[in-house]
């Protein structure tokens, strides 16, 4: 016969069971398998509360906010020039931090040419700037 598995027995008051229950449920996990993630869940909480004080993230927020003025300084000036400026930036950006800038860039052509308007760019800007904040907050 194999090995039995070695259990342990954890004693919780009522209130705290019904909080963890209640997490098993919402998660669709036995209250066992709960436990474990929501441990994981906190270590990854952690990690992300030290990586906002690493001074990665001060200089990922810099880059945020320079490819940010650059799209804006574009939308302000629709000009093969300012295009270029960014386009020079995103590759910086997508070297950097490993995110696909390619939307971006496409959406930044067609806007300069007329065919998207600005609520485009801005939500592809923000997922561009998501991603990067992924990178260096989660390690995605």
Known sequence: MGERTKRRIVALL???FNVLEGYAKAKGLPI????VKA???AR???DVRKAF???RVDV???YCEKVSFSVQALKDSKSDEQLNRLKRLLKQ?????RVDVSLLEEVANAFVKGDADVVIINEVLKEVLKSVLRKVMLGE
């Open 14 to 16: 009522e209130s705290d």
């Open 44 to 46: 990854k909480l952690e």
């Open 39 to 41: 441990v994981e869940e």
């Open 60 to 62: 990922a927020l810099w």
């Open 32 to 35: 066992t398998k709960a436990i």
């Open 53 to 55: 004080y690493d001074s």
């Open 93 to 97: 950006l997508a070297w950097r931090y």
